[in-house]
T-cell receptor
Framework: IAGITQAPTSQILAAGRRMTLRCTQD?????MYWYRQDLGLGLRLIHY???????GKGEVPDGYSVSRANTDDFPLTLASAVPSQTSVYFC????????????FGQGTRLTVV | QKEVEQNSGPLSVPEGAIASLNCTYS??????FFWYRQYSGKSPELIMF????GDKEDGRFTAQLNKASQYVSLLIRDSQPSDSATYLC????????????FGKGTSLLVTP
């Protein structure tokens, strides 16, 4: 693993199903983030974690949950997917919150049908 | 209303010209400002960051920050067709753990 990795790269999901998007980084960054990107709306923050063991809500947290059990992993869970959660999801990390460059994963394209 | 505002474009400039991309933000407490470039279907990649008022130059790129006016811009000199992409302005959000708050992006097209 080099940098930040997301899995899967794409997924078609039936509405009502549970889904976990995985994000792993090997840079020992303290802060990690989940964004969704929709046409015309840009990147919007879903949840963030400034250090292992802590999480916070972003701009659009409803329907999503996260955990940060260790420094490297920051999974995003959709408990019961709805079509409005169709989007491209990006995981990102920074060495420290906000003041340095954010590194992005390659994205997960999720379609909820 | 997003707290980071950009014109969506598209902004079209001829090859070799200067492209000027603008961004305004609402949070006066913001301290860090970033410009990312995103090609279609790809992840955002950092072009420049700026923390202090004034200009910061890196090759063909110059970032300009005016905290009093809550304004940050990116100039691209000698624009190339390969610069055609969406440019995202990002500002750190103190109230969300200093996560980056992105504008919707400006689409730039450099024509040969």
């Amino acid at each position: 693993i080099a940098g930040i990795t997301q899995a899967p790269t794409s997924q078609i999901l039936a509405a009502g199903r549970r889904m976990t998007l995985r994000c792993t980084q090997d840079m020992r960054h303290n802060a990690m983030y989940w964004y969704r990107q929709d046409l015309g709306l840009g990147l919007r923050l879903i949840h963030y974690s400034n250090t292992a063991g802590t999480t916070g809500k972003g701009e659009v947290p409803d329907g999503y949950s996260v955990s940060r059990a260790n420094t490297d992993d920051f999974p995003l869970t959709l408990a019961s997917a709805v079509p409005s959660q169709t989007s491209v999801y990006f995981c990102a990390s920074t060495p420290s919150p906000g003041t340095t460059e954010a590194f992005f994963g390659q994205g997960t394209r999720l379609t909820v049908v | 209303q997003k707290e980071v505002e950009q014109n969506s474009g598209p902004l079209s400039v001829p090859e070799g010209a200067i492209a000027s991309l603008n961004c305004t933000y609402s949070d006066r407490g913001s301290q860090s400002f970033f410009w990312y470039r995103q090609y279609s279907g790809k992840s955002p990649e950092l072009i420049m960051f700026i923390y202090s008022n004034g200009d910061k130059e890196d090759g063909r790129f110059t970032a300009q920050l005016n905290k009093a006016s809550q304004y940050v811009s990116l100039l691209i000199r000698d624009s190339q067709p390969s610069d055609s992409a969406t440019y995202l302005c990002a500002v750190n959000m103190k109230y969300s753990g200093y996560a980056l708050n992105f504008g919707k992006g400006t689409s730039l097209l450099v024509t040969p």
